[in-house]
Nanobody, 121 residues
Framework: QVQMVESGGGLVQAGGSLTLSCVPTGTNISYVHMAWYHQAPGKQRELVGGITSGGATNYVASVRGRFAVSRDRALNTMYLQMNNLKPEDTGVYYC???????????????WGQGTQVTVTS
């Protein structure tokens, strides 16, 4: 069974930086497409950015140029470098496979605990 373990969140002022880490157990990040997701308070979980098995990255417009997804194959770890953080980046960050949204009314149930990021103005 695959489990995701996220870490690295914290409290930071606007304009600051954080680096999140994701260590999945039960899978090798070299062979799967992975992604980071963000759940703001009171909102649905949304894709932030991902990295394919081939190493290509992509991001949503709101974080492009500020966030960077990378991975260390030897450590089987994925990272999210977050720069120039804004208050709207506040929320819980999760890692998981890069995959389409679930069908309407459904939800994936294989999320880890996530890591909390709080950005103060």
């Amino acid at each position: 069974q695959v489990q995701m373990v996220e870490s690295g969140g914290g409290l930071v002022q606007a304009g600051g930086s954080l680096t999140l880490s994701c260590v999945p157990t039960g899978t090798n990040i070299s062979y799967v497409h992975m992604a980071w997701y963000h759940q703001a308070p009171g909102k649905q979980r949304e894709l932030v950015g991902g990295i394919t098995s081939g190493g290509a990255t992509n991001y949503v417009a709101s974080v492009r140029g500020r966030f960077a997804v990378s991975r260390d194959r030897a450590l089987n770890t994925m990272y999210l470098q977050m720069n120039n953080l804004k208050p709207e980046d506040t929320g819980v960050y999760y890692c998981n496979f890069l995959r389409p949204p679930p069908p309407a009314g459904r939800e994936y149930d294989d999320w880890g605990q996530g890591t909390q990021v709080t950005v103060t103005s």
